[in-house]
């Protein structure tokens, strides 16, 4: 099955359940998890990967990783660099990804949020911004369906 395009993508995402979608939302994320220097944005997506995490360690690791969106939020106030926003989408993507009543898509919206950080670290590096995020996106989700 070849990916290669949003629609397909996202079909293929739908068809998941919500252990799945979470296990691959949380190998989104992997490629952008430097952008945040949050320990607890890693620690909640090793909670994530998990085959089958219990509701505590979810709800632990959700308020965590919120807390560090929140705070990450709070610094892209009116002074935020591109960098500092980047690290915000990573965040955000993180606590998607151990939220303990997951949204019906959320690994479509945790790749919104990672291909939203990506944009944001070229930007920050003074590159323009190109859709190659989306594509190694459509390989990961191939590999875990192939799995």
């Known amino acids: 099955m070849g990916i290669s395009n949003d629609q397909e993508f996202k ?4 068809a998941l359940n919500a252990t799945r979608q979470r296990q691959v939302a949380a190998r989104f994320v992997q490629p952008v ?11 909640a997506l090793e909670v994530a990967a998990r085959p089958e995490p219990d509701r505590a360690e979810l709800e632990l690791a959700y308020q965590a990783a919120n807390s560090a969106r929140v705070e990450s939020f709070t610094r892209c106030g009116r002074e935020c660099d591109w960098s500092d926003q980047a690290g915000h989408f990573v965040a955000r993507a993180a606590a998607l990804c151990v939220a303990p009543d997951p949204a019906a898509d959320l690994a479509w919206q945790a790749a919104m949020q990672t291909r939203m950080a990506r ?9 323009g911004t190109d859709n190659r995020e989306a594509e190694a996106q459509y390989r990961i989700l191939e590999a875990f369906l192939n799995y």
């Open 33 to 43: 998890h430097a952008l945040s220097n949050d320990a607890r944005v890693r620690s």
């Open 119 to 127: 944009s944001c670290q070229a930007v920050a590096e003074g590159g």
């Open 11 to 14: 079909a293929a995402l739908a």
